[in-house]
């Protein structure tokens, strides 16, 4: 366990290193940042130490797992993001423990985390639901020609177009906060290999968000591979899986 406590502290020195460079060369403070730590197929125990090395944010990507986390850490002073694509019927329980879904990307998953968050009484302003939007860039005109336009890459996702009135519809739905938007860049479309100018897409989209809803601030952007360019493009908060955790396996 100690060893596994200085490994895991070397790796968060690191990309600490890492995002205080990014944020200097964007002339950003630090303090505009976030780092939520991504400890998908990392047990509990990593999210243990963590939390005592000083990490506030963690995420996961799978209902299961996470709910076993969350409750085996629920003396732990952490938020809870949940990051993966989720079905309707795993709102239920994913209201029980997140703090914040950055995958919102369908009218049927804001109505479904809506009626289980009130369901979990969580319609008072201070238990929101913090929902961001995530958006897909390989959904535009011109990713792998027009008959693609429309189709939902696996990773799921809004399209631009489809922002403003899913954004609506969570500003408007009990239990659920409109935080900001997300993205993961893009494998596929004409921003593939091109994170950099994704993410300006991204904050694009997010300033046009927030001329409608002033409070919807985040821009959940990067990951371990592309973290600069997150932040360099305006991102708030940092998405960081094997940068601090290890390389997981294939399946994870
Ligand atoms: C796994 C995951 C991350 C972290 O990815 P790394 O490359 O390990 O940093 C970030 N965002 C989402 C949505 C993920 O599923």
Redo the contacts with the bound molecule.
């Keep these: 366990m100690d060893e596994r406590r200085a490994q895991l502290a070397k790796n968060l020195a690191s990309v600490e290193e890492r995002i205080a460079g990014a944020c200097q060369a964007a002339g950003r403070p630090r303090a505009e940042v976030t780092l939520i730590a ?1 400890t ?1 197929t990392y047990p509990a125990s990593d999210v243990r130490i963590l939390s005592e090395l000083g990490v506030e944010h963690v ?1 996961e ?1 799978r209902d299961q797992d996470a709910a076993a986390k969350a409750a085996e850490c629920q003396d732990l002073p952490l938020s809870w993001h949940f ?2 694509q989720l079905q309707t019927n795993k709102a239920r329980s994913v209201v029980r423990y997140a703090d914040y879904v ?2 919102v990307d369908r009218l049927r998953l804001v109505n479904a985390l809506s009626a289980a968050a009130v369901q979990t009484g969580r319609e008072e302003a201070d238990r929101q639901l913090g929902c961001l939007l995530q958006v897909a860039l390989d959904t535009e005109v011109g990713a792998a020609g027009a008959g693609a336009t429309r189709q939902r890459g696996a990773r799921g996702g809004v399209a631009p177009e489809g922002v403003e009135a899913l954004a609506a519809a969570v500003a408007g739905a009990p239990g659920l906060r409109l935080d900001g938007v997300m993205m ?1 860049a893009p494998l596929a479309g004409r921003y593939a290999g091109r994170p950099r100018a994704a993410f300006e897409r991204l904050a694009e989209i997010s300033a046009c968000l927030r001329s409608a809803h002033p409070a919807a601030t985040m821009v959940s952007a990067g ?3 592309d973290l600069e360019d997150a932040v360099a493009a305006g991102a708030t908060h940092l ?5 601090v955790l290890g390389v ?1 396996s294939p399946l994870g």
Excluded: E
């Excluded at 998405?239 to 940068?243: E, L, M, Q, V």
């Design positions: 991504v998908k995420a990507n990051v993966g950055h995958s993961v990951m371990s591979a998405r960081i899986g094997s940068a997981r």
